[in-house]
């Protein structure tokens, strides 16, 4: 499975577990809404500082969310 199809599950997954729309955490996370869908499309290559910003929105850390049988 390509990397960025790993990390759009993995922030679909936590993003609706937390219970916000994509509207809403692209507001909490400074990101625009349609560049969320397409991370969780796996169509973008995400940057290190924007996977911190989602970390972060998420309330989690980068290790969280990195630490998942997926990345494995």
Same mark, same amino acid.
């Given at each position: 499975m390509d990397i960025r199809v790993k990390i759009g599950s993995r922030l679909k997954e936590l993003r609706t577990e937390k219970g916000l729309s994509q509207e809403k955490f692209s507001f909490l996370c400074e990101l625009d809404r349609t560049y969320i869908?397409? &991370?969780?499309?796996g169509k973008? =290559?995400?940057?290190?500082? =924007? &996977?911190?910003? &989602?970390?972060?929105?998420?309330d989690i850390s980068v290790y969280e969310f990195f630490n998942f049988n997926i990345f494995k």
């Open positions: 869908a397409s &991370i969780e499309q973008r =290559n995400v940057s290190v500082a =924007n &996977i911190e910003k &989602i970390a972060k929105a998420l």
